[in-house]
C-alpha cells in the first residue's frame, strides 16, 4: 500500500464551520491511521472570527498557512451581522473570494451524489432522481464577476463585463473532459452560445478541446434549455461544464434536486492545492445547538483524499460508510423525516462519532 504524508490547513471558519470541520477532520485522521498514511494538520481563521481577531477577513498568517499545506479543508463563513448590513466595508465572505483568487482555484467541483435514502427529500419525483450522479465543473475565477464593473455618473446605467479569455476556458475544459474520462464519458457544456460572444468562445474553445479527447461523448446545451432539463431529467447529465455565472445557478437548482444542504461538498482546484467544503453556509439559526450535519464536511474529505490525494479507495470507503449509516435509518434533524425511528434522529457529534466507527468496522471486517 502506498503510504502517503500529507499537510492539511483546516480553517473551520463562523457558525456551524467549526461543529462540522471537526468531524470531516476526524475522518482524514481515522482514515490516516487505518491505512498507515502520515497526516498533519494546521488551523487558521477565517471570516467573522478572523475579522473579530485581526481586522481581516483573511489574515496574512492564514494565507501563509494555506500555502504551505497540500490541501484544505474549509467550514464556512459568514455572521447575521454582516447580512442585514450589505454596506459593511469588511467582510466575511471577502476571506473566501481572496483565497480563491490567492491560491488560484478556477474550478469548482460539485458532485451531485443522491442517496437512495433520502430520496424522498427531494422536491421532485423519486423515480426521476432515481440513479442521478452528476460532477458539476464551475469556471470561478472569471465572468462577469470579474469583469468591468460600471455605474453612470448619474447612477441610473450599470453595467458588468462578461469576460473570458481562450486560456481561461481551455484549463477548466480539460480538467472537466479528465473527469469525464474516469466516468461515463459523457460531457455537457453549457452556455449562451446563440446571444452571448464571450459564450461562442466558450463553444468554439470546449470544441477545440473535445478533439483531444475522442471517447467522450459531448454535447452543447443553452443555459435555459439546461435549467429545464436538470429538473426534467437529471440522469441524462454526467459531467457539466459551465461559466462561472450560469454554474452559480445551475449548481444551487442541482443542489435541491439533492434535498438538503447538509449533505453535499465541493471541491474548488486549480493547479495545485484543493479546496474542499461544505456547500452550505454557516447557518447561524442552528449553530451551537449540536443540530448540524456533518455529512457535507465529512463527504468533502472523502473529495480531498479523492482529488488531491489521489486516494480512490479510502475516498470510496468514507462514501460507503455514509450510505450505510442512511441505509440503517440514522439521520440528523435536517434530513430526517415522519418515517425516521425518532431514537435514530443523531446530533452533529453523535453522527460523526457513528460515521468513525462504521468505518473501523468496515476496515476489519475486510
Ligand atoms: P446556510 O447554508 O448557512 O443555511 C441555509 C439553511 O440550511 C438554514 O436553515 C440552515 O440551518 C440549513 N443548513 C445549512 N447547513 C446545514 C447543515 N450542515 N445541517 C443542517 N442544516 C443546515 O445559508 P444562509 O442561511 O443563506 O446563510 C447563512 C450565512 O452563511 C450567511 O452569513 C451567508 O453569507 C453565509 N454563507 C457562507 C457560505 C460559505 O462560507 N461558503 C455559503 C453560503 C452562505
Same mark, same amino acid.
Given at each position: 500500500?502506498?503510504?502517503?504524508?500529507?499537510?492539511?490547513?483546516?480553517?473551520?471558519?463562523?457558525?456551524?464551520?467549526?461543529?462540522?470541520?471537526?468531524?470531516?477532520?476526524?475522518?482524514?485522521?481515522?482514515?490516516?491511521?487505518?491505512?498507515?498514511?502520515?497526516?498533519?494538520?494546521?488551523?487558521?481563521?477565517?471570516g467573522?472570527?478572523?475579522?473579530?481577531?485581526?481586522?481581516?477577513?483573511?489574515?496574512?498568517?492564514?494565507?501563509?498557512?494555506?500555502?504551505?499545506?497540500?490541501?484544505?479543508?474549509?467550514?464556512?463563513?459568514?455572521?447575521a451581522k454582516y447580512?442585514?448590513?450589505?454596506?459593511?466595508?469588511?467582510?466575511?465572505?471577502?476571506?473566501?473570494?481572496?483565497? *480563491?483568487?490567492?491560491?488560484g $482555484?478556477?474550478? @469548482? /467541483?460539485r458532485?451531485?451524489? #443522491?442517496? !437512495? &435514502?433520502?430520496?424522498?427529500?427531494?422536491?421532485?419525483?423519486?423515480?426521476?432522481?432515481?440513479?442521478?450522479?452528476?460532477?458539476?465543473?464551475?469556471?470561478?475565477?472569471?465572468?462577469?464577476?470579474?469583469?468591468?464593473?460600471?455605474?453612470?455618473?448619474?447612477g441610473?446605467?450599470?453595467s458588468?463585463?462578461?469576460?473570458y479569455?481562450?486560456?481561461?476556458?481551455?484549463?477548466?475544459?480539460?480538467?472537466?473532459?479528465?473527469?469525464?474520462?474516469?466516468?461515463?464519458?459523457?460531457?455537457?457544456?453549457?452556455?449562451?452560445?446563440?446571444?452571448?460572444?464571450?459564450?461562442?468562445?466558450?463553444?468554439?474553445?470546449?470544441?477545440?478541446?473535445?478533439?483531444q479527447?475522442?471517447?467522450?461523448?459531448?454535447?452543447?446545451?443553452?443555459?435555459?434549455?439546461?435549467?429545464?432539463?436538470l429538473?426534467?431529467?437529471?440522469? *441524462?447529465?454526467?459531467?457539466? $461544464?459551465?461559466a @462561472? /455565472?450560469?454554474?452559480?445557478? #445551475?449548481? !444551487? &437548482?442541482?443542489?435541491?434536486?439533492?434535498?438538503?444542504?447538509?449533505?453535499?461538498?465541493?471541491?474548488?482546484?486549480?493547479?495545485?492545492?484543493?479546496f474542499?467544503?461544505?456547500?452550505?453556509?454557516?447557518?447561524?439559526?442552528?449553530?451551537?445547538?449540536?443540530?448540524?450535519?456533518?455529512?457535507?464536511?465529512?463527504?468533502?474529505?472523502?473529495?480531498?483524499?479523492?482529488?488531491?490525494?489521489?486516494?480512490?479507495?479510502?475516498?470510496?470507503?468514507?462514501?460507503?460508510?455514509?450510505?450505510?449509516?442512511?441505509?440503517?435509518?440514522?439521520?440528523?434533524?435536517?434530513?430526517?423525516?415522519?418515517?425516521?425511528?425518532?431514537?435514530?434522529?443523531?446530533?452533529?457529534?453523535?453522527?460523526?462519532?457513528?460515521i468513525?466507527?462504521?468505518?473501523?468496522?468496515?476496515?476489519?471486517?475486510?
Amino acid at each position: 500500500m502506498h503510504k502517503m504524508k500529507k499537510n492539511i490547513l483546516v480553517i473551520p471558519g463562523d457558525g456551524i464551520g467549526p461543529e462540522v470541520t471537526t468531524w470531516g477532520k476526524a475522518v482524514l485522521e481515522k482514515v490516516a491511521s487505518l491505512f498507515g498514511h502520515e497526516f498533519t494538520f494546521q488551523e487558521a481563521l477565517m471570516g467573522h472570527v478572523a475579522i473579530e481577531a485581526t481586522g481581516d477577513p483573511l489574515p496574512a498568517e492564514t494565507l501563509e498557512k494555506a500555502k504551505e499545506s497540500d490541501a484544505i479543508l474549509f467550514g464556512a463563513v459568514g455572521h447575521a451581522k454582516y447580512d442585514n448590513d450589505p454596506t459593511a466595508k469588511v467582510r466575511p465572505e471577502q476571506g473566501l473570494l481572496k483565497i *480563491r483568487k490567492e491560491l488560484g $482555484l478556477y474550478a @469548482n /467541483l460539485r458532485p451531485i451524489l #443522491l442517496f !437512495d &435514502e433520502l430520496l424522498n427529500a427531494s422536491s421532485i419525483k423519486p423515480s426521476i432522481l432515481k440513479g442521478t450522479d452528476i460532477l458539476f465543473f464551475r469556471e470561478l475565477t472569471g465572468d462577469v464577476y470579474f469583469g468591468e464593473k460600471n455605474r453612470s455618473a448619474d447612477g441610473n446605467t450599470a453595467s458588468d463585463l462578461m469576460i473570458y479569455q481562450r486560456y481561461e476556458i481551455e484549463r477548466i475544459a480539460h480538467k472537466a473532459f479528465q473527469a469525464a474520462m474516469t466516468r461515463s464519458k459523457r460531457l455537457c457544456s453549457v452556455d449562451k452560445a446563440n446571444v452571448l460572444e464571450s459564450s461562442r468562445l466558450w463553444r468554439e474553445t470546449v470544441q477545440e478541446i473535445a478533439k483531444q479527447y475522442p471517447e467522450v461523448h459531448t454535447e452543447h446545451m443553452f443555459i435555459d434549455n439546461a435549467a429545464m432539463q436538470l429538473i426534467k431529467d437529471p440522469k *441524462r447529465f454526467d459531467v457539466v $461544464l459551465t461559466a @462561472n /455565472l450560469f454554474g452559480d445557478i #445551475l449548481t !444551487d &437548482e442541482a443542489s435541491q434536486i439533492a434535498g438538503s444542504m447538509g449533505m453535499l461538498a465541493s471541491a474548488s482546484i486549480g493547479d495545485g492545492i484543493g479546496f474542499y467544503e461544505p456547500i452550505h453556509g454557516s447557518a447561524h439559526d442552528i449553530a451551537g445547538k449540536d443540530l448540524a450535519n456533518p455529512l457535507a464536511s465529512i463527504l468533502s474529505a472523502s473529495l480531498m483524499l479523492d482529488i488531491s490525494f489521489g486516494l480512490k479507495t479510502e475516498a470510496e470507503l468514507i462514501i460507503t460508510v455514509v450510505k450505510q449509516v442512511l441505509a440503517e435509518g440514522f439521520r440528523t434533524n435536517d434530513i430526517a423525516d415522519e418515517s425516521t425511528n425518532p431514537y435514530q434522529v443523531l446530533g452533529s457529534k453523535e453522527m460523526g462519532k457513528l460515521i468513525l466507527k462504521f468505518i473501523d468496522q468496515q476496515v476489519y471486517s475486510h
